[in-house]
């Protein structure tokens, strides 16, 4: 699969992958930023932002795209940073493929099964009847009786496309999206170890990073570290986006 990207800057790469229902446009203004000293490259994955659409969607799948990618455009090794869903895939290329990656950056997800957390969104978006709707102000009202919090509606109408007719889509693949969320979010990567170093990042109001997970993190990642960002939720890159930024760059130094 031919996934969607854009790439900023010159040096060692950085790819940078977005989390569920999300796209690589969520993370230009931080990519911008690493681009004075790197070379990174924001992807959108599978059935979300504009890349393809496809009914096979699972992190193994999503892997795959990932060394597809590299080698396509002749990245020999990157760092990747990926957040949430963009982390487990990460994660997941990591065990397979540890000599393809300098650094390892992963926010504010841990490689163990979860319950989903979802299902408000796929209602939320079912609710919208794309074929008859004339603004986002009027998406955004029919959302607001599932999601009361304006930022994860904005969040989600994103990725609201206008068509040149005037008329909408949603840009991710919300059928395939709606049939796979339970495998989705009870995924935890395969058999395997990454021995090099991995940097976890939580925002500290976050519930995807619990104490408990310790173990299963050590086992799969023995040579990790967390930081905690303060006053931060699962979205930490976009609510502490300067802190995030510092922690980040800090470890990409090292």
């Known amino acids: 699969m031919e996934l969607n990207y854009k790439v900023f800057g010159e040096g060692k790469d950085l790819i940078v992958l977005h989390g569920l ?3 690589l446009d969520n993370w230009v203004t931080l990519g911008k930023k690493w681009s004075e000293n790197y070379r990174v490259w924001l992807v959108d994955q599978r059935n979300h932002g504009k890349s393809p659409h496809s009914e096979e969607f699972s992190y193994q799948a999503m892997a795959d795209d990932l060394l597809h990618f590299m080698k396509k455009h ?3 090794k990157a760092m990747i940073l990926g957040h949430s869903m963009g982390g487990k895939t990460a994660m997941e290329f990591a065990i397979h493929h540890e000599e393809m990656i300098y650094k390892l950056i992963v926010v504010d ?22 074929s008859s709707l004339n603004s986002r102000s009027q998406a955004d009202e029919i959302m607001q009786e599932y999601l009361p919090e304006f930022g994860v509606r904005q969040f989600l109408l994103k990725n609201l496309d206008r068509k040149s007719d005037g008329s909408y889509d949603w840009k991710f693949n919300l059928k395939v999206l709606e049939e796979q969320i339970l495998p989705i979010s009870e995924w935890a990567i395969s058999e395997g170890k990454y021995e090099k170093d991995v940097l976890f990042i939580k925002g500290e109001l976050s519930e995807y990073i ?10 799969k990642f023995p040579s990790y570290d967390l930081e905690i960002i303060s006053n931060a939720g699962h979205w930490v890159h976009a609510e502490k986006p300067a802190e995030f930024f510092e922690v980040a760059s800090h470890f990409m130094k090292d």
């Not at 619990?210 to 086992?219: D, F, N, R």
């Open 21 to 23: 229902f999300g796209s």
């Open 74 to 76: 002749q990245i020999e």
């Open 210 to 219: 619990l104490p408990e997970y310790a173990s299963e993190i050590s086992q």
């Open 109 to 130: 997800i841990a490689p163990v099964k979860y319950r989903v957390h979802h299902y408000k969104v796929i209602q939320a978006l079912n609710a919208v009847d794309v």
